[in-house]
């Protein structure tokens, strides 16, 4: 006659009376002392330990080196270019020299107007500096430009127009030396130069002692 097993009876009996059914089953220790269906905890710990280290070595790569170093090289000052010397203005077709230049409008003619801009931008053509007044020196260099002004040099023109004698013209001296040889081509006294006036010999500058 065999006797039943009541302890394994027993046993089976135990486990659905503390899980039921309908709850999940437990995990059981495995052979080897691991647990089945959890993380490993040594994997864990190594991934905790590396990321640790990896903290650890961001922190040491700020180094505290004291104050910025500063530059101790000095700054050589700064020199401003000297201005360039007068040599010679480039050759051109001179402003006051061309009657169908002059004659802006094509009427003919030339208008004191038209003759006051062509005068104004031979003085800016003379001015090789820049600085709103004409020496002796760019007169001689604008020589090529200035062509044969009623047959006066340099020196004559400067005499002629210096009003102040103060050795350089101005813009307004220049405009004013122009302007009268404006009046002295005009032969009619008309505020205009025709062709026939401007091709006529033009009479000679006053000499600076019989000018009022």
């Known amino acids: 006659m065999q006797v039943p097993d009541r302890t394994r009876s027993d046993s089976s009996a135990r486990v659905r009376a503390v899980h039921p ?48 170093e500063q530059d101790t090289r000095t700054t050589a000052p700064v020199v401003a270019s000297p201005a360039p010397a007068v040599t010679a203005v480039p050759p051109t077709v001179h402003p006051l020299s061309d009657f169908d230049r002059l004659d802006a409008n094509h009427d003919g003619r030339i208008s004191s107007a038209e003759y006051a801009r062509a005068a104004q931008s031979l003085f800016e053509m003379i001015d090789m500096e820049h600085d709103g007044t004409v020496t002796l020196q760019e007169l001689e ?26 050795g350089k013209l101005t813009l307004g001296e220049w405009m004013a030396f122009n302007n009268a040889r404006f009046d002295r081509i005009d032969a009619n006294d008309d505020g205009f130069i025709d062709r026939a006036e401007w091709n006529a010999p033009h009479p000679a500058p006053p000499e600076p002692s019989a000018i009022p």
Do not use: F, N, Q, Y
């Open 21 to 68: 059914p309908g709850l999940a089953t437990p995990v059981w220790p495995s052979l080897s002392g691991r647990t089945r269906g959890a993380p490993t905890m040594t994997r864990t710990i190594a991934r905790i330990a590396l990321l640790v280290g990896l903290i650890a070595l961001a922190g040491c790569e700020h180094k505290e080196t004291g104050p910025e």
């Open 141 to 166: 260099a604008a020589r090529g430009v200035l062509g044969d002004l009623d047959g006066l040099d340099a020196k004559r023109i400067l005499a002629l127009a210096d009003a102040d004698e103060d």
